[in-house]
T-cell receptor, first 112, second 108 residues
Framework: NAGVTQTPKFQVLKTGQSMTLQCAQD?????MYWYRQDPGMGLRLIYY???????DKGEVPNGYNVSRLNKREFSLRLESAAPSQTSVYFC???????????FGPGTRLTVL | RKEVEQDPGPFNVPEGATVAFNCTYS??????FFWYRQDCRKEPKLLMS???SGNEDGRFTAQLNRASQYISLLIRDSKLSDSATYLC?????????FGTGTRLQVFP
């Protein structure tokens, strides 16, 4: 099992460009999450999907959209990237909400 | 006040030392507790869950004090490979709250 996979691993964008970060899990988990991690700030929840067909805002949702494409896949979209979105983005999944979460390897995004 | 607070460190300890980290949380309704480990430029990985009665996994011991709302992690006989950031994680009914982490550096 691959666990949680994310693409791409690295990305550089110019201000105003858009992109989608992809995440997939093969553990048959119901819940999936997107976090960003910045120095000194810890992991902050952007959006989550408690189960297939539902999505909810987390702590820092502004500037992002998500799609729970199916049970396996949960994508994060930046419509108009800003330098403040420079960060490391982690996708995670858990069997149900509140359970231990398994993380993907992360996407390092730089917005110039 | 942050929902989960940890001393950021770094804790610099020699191999073989015993080191302890504490974490406090603000939500008395928190239900589950974990310690995660994060290596430099890697994803967080579960180290251990924390149970009310305390639990041990090899050289690692986790304790929970619900009355004082703090969690601790004790590492005995530190190894070079223990060098990492340790994240305290607390759940409310529907989400996990991560602390900013405590950095541990074990030196020879």
């Amino acid at each position: 099992n691959a666990g949680v996979t994310q693409t791409p691993k690295f990305q550089v964008l110019k201000t105003g460009q858009s992109m989608t970060l992809q995440c997939a899990q093969d553990m048959n988990h119901n819940s999936m999450y997107w976090y960003r991690q910045d120095p000194g700030m810890g992991l902050r929840l952007i959006y989550y999907s408690a189960s297939e067909g539902t999505t909810d805002k987390g702590e820092v949702p502004n500037g992002y959209n998500v799609s729970r494409l199916n049970k396996r896949e949960f994508s994060l979209r930046l419509e108009s990237a800003a330098p403040s979105q420079t960060s490391v983005y982690f996708c995670a999944s858990s069997e149900v909400q509140g359970d231990e979460q398994f993380f993907g390897p992360g996407t390092r995004l730089t917005v110039l | 006040r942050k929902e989960v607070e940890q001393d950021p460190g770094p804790f610099n300890v020699p191999e073989g030392a015993t080191v302890a980290f504490n974490c406090t949380y603000s939500n008395s309704a928190s239900q589950s507790f974990f310690w995660y480990r994060q290596d430099c430029r890697k994803e967080p990985k579960l180290l251990m869950s924390v149970y009310s009665s305390g639990n041990e996994d090899g050289r690692f011991t986790a304790q929970l004090n619900r009355a004082s709302q703090y969690i601790s992690l004790l590492i005995r006989d530190s190894k070079l490979s223990d060098s990492a950031t340790y994240l305290c994680v607390v759940t409310t009914p529907h989400k996990l709250i991560f602390g900013t982490g405590t950095r541990l550096q074990v030196f020879p």
